[in-house]
């Protein structure tokens, strides 16, 4: 039954990988379609709730409040410094150092929460899932890297890391019961929703002509949101059954594996045989890892 789940949470993040790569191609207002997306995810956890929502974020506790704030803070944040790394240094190296970050979460899930159970075949296939993100995505030819533009893809590394992080240990050590779940991925849209709000209002100040609303920007939001709330959903359902050390690795080494086999064949994208050894080692680690659920 763990696997289907796992199954799901993938087909999940590829949908939301999709929804990024139209939004890109319409070269839609960014600004505008990640905060729609924020609010329809947070009006999609609400109806999930049911009709005790009122009653229950009443009853949520301040441990609930502080990583709601916290997590939603790093979701908009994580952004941010996702599209300025990309364009100072580069898809290839914020991307790999993105998904690379799954090694926080998993060495917090060993050495923290004590998720030990077949420790040897979980670092052997997360060497591989590492080995395979830099082969599959980083480009190396032509990427000057200074200590400067450094300093972001790291960032992306690091807060990718924490929001993996903050996601499983708040599962583990603040929320309670499964209504809580919920409860937390509302807080954390709503932070997203808020501070998404204001990149829109300091948007349309600097960028008057280019800001100005546009019907496709919320079909397209619509449509990511949709997907970020079940992918966020399945994030703490998996944890919960399996632990980080496992779902992480399997997620982030799928989704990249996946995702190269769809640029191929509907986006048109060429690999290199560097980057097909890097989808095969990928295919490993995953069947390495799975293997210990």
Known sequence: MNIIYLIIHILFALGMFISLKIIDTKNLNKYQTITINYIIAFILTAVSHGSSFATDLAGMTQGMYIASLWVGFLFILSFV????????????????????????????????????????????????????????????KG??????????????????????????????????????????????????????????LYDRIKNTEKASFQFKNLIWGAVMGTFNFLVSKMILVNVGLMGGSVVFPVHNASVVMLTALIGMFFFKEKFTARQWSGVILAIISVIIIAGTI
């Open 81 to 140: 410094l996702m599209s300025f790394s990309t364009e100072r240094a580069g898809i290839g190296l914020t991307t790999a150092l993105n998904k690379m970050a799954v090694v926080i979460p998993v060495t917090v899930g060993i050495l923290y929460l004590g998720q030990n159970d077949n420790i040897g075949e979980k670092i052997i296939g997360i060497i591989l899932a590492l080995i395979s993100f830099v082969l599959i995505l980083y480009k190396g």
């Open 143 to 200: 990427e000057k890297i200074t200590l400067v533009t450094l300093a972001l893809p790291v960032s992306v590394f690091l807060v990718s890391g924490l929001i993996d992080t903050s996601m499983e240990i708040t599962n583990k050590k603040v929320l309670v019961v499964d209504s809580h779940q919920e409860l937390f991925l509302m807080g954390i849209f709503a932070t997203a929703s808020l501070i998404g709000i204001v990149t829109i």
